[in-house]
């Protein structure tokens, strides 16, 4: 299985810049496309997709939320960080077979 | 509006099993995969597997293989998961998501999510 490792928890200040990592132990890009995708999820939700093919912003997210990388390394940006942000991030890879990571959990300080 | 709506939370006993479903609306089901996810309590997100709406076709994760069944009912766009010989370690939210294209395999639309628990 791939493996996805995030930071368990990130904590800003509001109108900041959060910068959320994941990293893959096998690369997961593929023919010009990388299989990693973010969501948002809210506690006692269900996760939301924000990102997708590690740069593509999913329908009706604000432009505030960008995603970047490539190989095994991918960051989800939120800039400027707002209240609402609070929740748990998680990456998933579909190159192989499909696993998340653990999510982080964003704070405001 | 694409749509997921899941069955409501399940008491279930040891050994017992349980089937779950997930009615669409909003878009052509017969189109699109639906994937079922497994989330314990303050834990990772784990795919189970996934289901053609077209023609009932299914791909399981191996950890899932005897766990899980899925099936759907095109007439009513709704796919279902049955899970059997149920333990402590089944107890979880289920998710329903839809796949929004089998070339990504990310997940679009989900459900709001079922909460299974089993206990004597």
């Known amino acids: 299985d791939i493996v996805l490792t995030q930071s368990p928890a990130l904590a800003v200040s509001l109108g900041q810049r959060a910068t959320i990592s994941c990293k893959t132990n096998?690369?997961?890009?593929?023919?010009?496309?990388?299989?990693m995708h973010w969501y948002q999820q809210k506690p006692g939700q269900q996760p939301k997709l924000l990102i997708y093919l590690a740069s593509n912003l999913a329908s009706g997210i604000p432009a505030r939320f960008s995603g970047r990388g490539s190989g095994t390394d991918f960051t989800l940006t939120i800039d400027p960080v707002e209240a609402d942000d609070t929740a748990t991030y998680y990456c998933q890879q579909s190159r192989n077979l499909n696993t998340f990571g653990a999510g982080t959990k964003l704070e405001l300080k | 509006e694409v749509q997921l709506q899941q069955s409501g939370a399940e008491l279930v006993k040891p050994g017992a099993s349980v089937k779950l479903s997930c009615k669409t609306s909003g878009y052509t089901f017969s189109n699109y995969y639906m994937s079922w996810l497994k989330q314990m309590p303050g834990q990772n997100i784990e795919w189970i597997g996934n289901?053609?709406?077209?023609?009932?076709?299914?791909g399981y994760n191996q950890k899932f293989k005897g766990k899980a069944t899925l099936t759907v009912d095109k007439s009513s766009s709704t796919a279902y998961m049955d899970l059997s010989s149920l333990t402590s370690e089944d107890s979880a939210v289920y998710f329903c998501?839809?796949?929004?294209?089998?070339?990504?395999?990310?997940?679009?639309?989900w459900g709001q999510g079922v909460m299974v628990t089993v206990s004597s």
């Open positions: 289901i053609y709406g077209g023609n009932g076709g299914t």
């Open positions: 998501a839809r796949v929004y294209t089998t070339d990504y395999y990310y997940f679009d639309y």
């Open positions: 096998q690369n997961v890009d593929y023919y010009g496309n990388s299989y």
